[in-house]
């Protein structure tokens, strides 16, 4: 399968740890998203990339979020220090073009 | 600033036609979206209109967009039970700005 994939699918952690998410886009898309959704709501754009280069970054990403794309491909989103409110979807995307953005499946997050 | 704004519920017997509305705010928008999302699922694109076009149709979907009012509906002819989901529009093309989704049920 060539679409989007999304490391871990859950992840449960205590508050006040470090978690970290990995995002494999499909191959040779060179834009990279993060959206964050919680319940009920619809996602949020986080932040994004144009290859290696993060070209956005939204209010929402507080100084405990990183995200990097080191290499043009892959993507890692950590946050630490995690707190309940951070307990959401973590999505990504990837585009060729701009136009169309395809989703993975997401990370969802449980803070305790 | 940007706002999209979606009714929250729509049911409809399966056969039926839905309809779901959406209204933007961000009059610079080139192209609109639309999504639907499964329980459990990602986001799966379903089609999108430029901004200079009034409609647009793709099988059993068709889009209308009225510039003039900031207002974009998504029509599914014949649904299915399979259509049961969440469906959000968006804008613009690169920081998609998403609606609070409709959701619709579809009953036999």
């Known amino acids: 399968d060539t679409g989007v994939s999304q490391n871990p699918r859950h992840k449960i952690t205590k508050r006040g740890q470090n978690v970290t998410f990995r995002c494999d886009p499909i191959?040779?898309?060179?834009?990279l998203y993060w959206y964050r959704q919680t319940l009920g709501q619809g996602p949020e754009f986080l932040t994004y990339?144009?290859?290696?280069?993060?070209?956005?970054k939204s209010r929402l990403l507080s100084d405990r979020f990183s995200a990097e794309r080191p290499k043009g491909s892959f993507s890692t989103l950590e946050i630490q220090r995690t707190e309940q409110g951070d307990s959401a979807m973590y999505l990504c995307?990837?585009?060729?073009?701009?136009?169309?953005?395809?989703f993975g499946p997401g990370t969802r997050l449980t803070v305790t | 600033g940007e706002d999209v704004e979606q009714s929250l519920f729509l049911s409809v017997r399966e056969g039926d036609s839905s309809v779901i509305n959406c209204t933007y705010t961000?009059?610079?928008?080139?192209?609109l979206y639309w999504y639907k999302q499964e329980p459990g699922a990602g986001l799966q694109l379903l089609t999108y209109?430029?901004?200079?076009?009034d409609m647009k149709q793709d099988q059993r979907l068709t889009v209308l967009l009225n510039k003039k009012d900031k207002h974009l509906s998504l029509r599914i002819a014949d649904t299915q039970t399979g259509d049961s989901a969440i469906y959000f529009c968006?804008?613009?093309?690169?920081?998609?700005?998403f609606g609070t989704g409709t959701r619709l049920q579809v009953f036999p």
């Open positions: 995307a990837s585009s060729s073009d701009s136009l169309e953005q395809y």
């Open positions: 191959s040779e898309h060179n834009r």
């Open positions: 990339f144009q290859n290696e280069a993060q070209l956005e």
């Open positions: 961000d009059s610079s928008s080139t192209y």
């Open positions: 209109i430029f901004s200079n076009m």
């Open positions: 968006a804008e613009p093309p690169d920081k998609l700005i």
